[in-house]
């Protein structure tokens, strides 16, 4: 009976292999076994088409690098954000998410050159500037349109108490 859960979310992901929630309500079956964890983000990672996910994708790398983070491995967190940076996702919102996270974890482990260098990675225009809302136009080249990140950036160059160039 302790197998049930996990034959049953088998199951779900068979029906839906691109379904965010349940790959996430899988890792969530392995507590306490961090290799299994490692082995089931790796596997939704490489399953999910970002094109077709159900939920949102963004969600399961950020739980991934906070996984890694909140085991005391900030440089494995970092490779995971660093991938994730990179993901075709459907929405710039999703992508915002990413960054914002790697930029916040950076400050929780005190990482303040390291956060500051984020922002500005995800708030510099590309060399054309397209809008925001072409989706013609990966998500990278329109996240440094988001409001979210831009009020991040200056609450960080606020309390940090300098302003840069950008």
């Not at 009976?1 to 992901?13: A, F, G, H, I």
């Not at 306490?32 to 970002?50: F, H, L, Q, S």
């Not at 984020?118 to 989706?135: E, G, L, Q």
Request: charged share 30%; hydrophobic share 40%; with cysteine.
């Amino acid at each position: 009976m302790q197998r049930r859960p996990l034959l049953l979310n088998s199951v779900l992901l068979r029906q839906n292999p691109h379904n965010v929630n349940e790959w996430l309500k899988r890792v969530a079956l392995f507590e306490g076994k961090p290799r299994e964890i490692v082995n089931t983000y790796t596997e939704a990672i490489k399953t999910i088409d970002p094109k077709l996910a159900t939920g949102k994708l963004s969600a399961l790398w950020i739980e991934f690098a906070k996984f890694y983070e909140e085991n005391k491995q900030l440089k494995e967190a970092r490779i995971i954000f660093d991938k994730a940076v990179l993901v075709p996702f459907v929405k710039v919102d999703e992508l915002a998410d990413v960054w914002s996270h790697y930029i916040e974890t950076e400050l929780r482990h005190e990482c303040y050159e390291e956060a500051m260098k984020h922002v500005r990675t995800a708030t510099t225009a590309p060399p054309h500037k397209p809008s925001y809302f072409d989706r013609t136009e990966s998500v990278q080249n329109r996240v440094y349109r988001s409001l979210k990140l831009w009020s991040m950036y200056a609450d960080l160059e606020e309390s940090l108490g300098r302003f840069h160039d950008h």
